[in-house]
């Protein structure tokens, strides 16, 4: 499985991105899709992840309420609605894969990981 990210970009305070997250290879709708962050000098942290179906999805407290998980099985691609854009949400964002059953949070459950793409957030 490849996963290609795209969308990111400098957005102002309170704006909004939309990440995408295609994938090639591999039977799309049997993936657990998740998406991860890294801000400069910090850990990767988990930011939200969605099950097979898209029946189910989870999210960190920090992007809850302003963020949304999506995917289309048919384009093989899964979304990242963000609003409401903070400074602290500046990072690099990544896309992962997994066969499991349900959406982890933890980034050693996934198999297959994105290239990133940038979000910058100014003040």
């Known amino acids: 499985v490849q996963l290609q990210a795209s969308g990111g970009g400098l957005v102002q305070t309170g704006g909004s991105l939309r990440l995408s997250c295609e994938a090639s290879?591999?039977?799309?709708?049997?993936?657990?899709m998740g998406w991860f962050r890294q801000a400069p000098g910090k850990e990767r942290e988990f930011v939200g992840a969605?099950?097979?179906?898209?029946?189910?999805?989870t999210y960190a407290d920090y992007v809850k309420d302003r963020f949304t998980i999506s995917r289309d099985n048919a384009k093989r691609t899964v979304y990242l609605q963000m609003n409401s854009l903070k400074p602290e949400d500046t990072a690099v964002y990544y896309c992962?894969?997994?066969?499991?059953?349900?959406?982890?949070?933890?980034?050693?459950?996934?198999?297959?990981w994105g290239q990133g793409t940038q979000v910058t957030v100014s003040s």
């Open positions: 290879g591999g039977t799309f709708r049997t993936l657990v």
């Open positions: 969605i099950s097979r179906l898209g029946g189910y999805r």
């Open positions: 992962a894969a997994d066969t499991g059953t349900d959406p982890e949070r933890i980034e050693y459950d996934y198999h297959w």
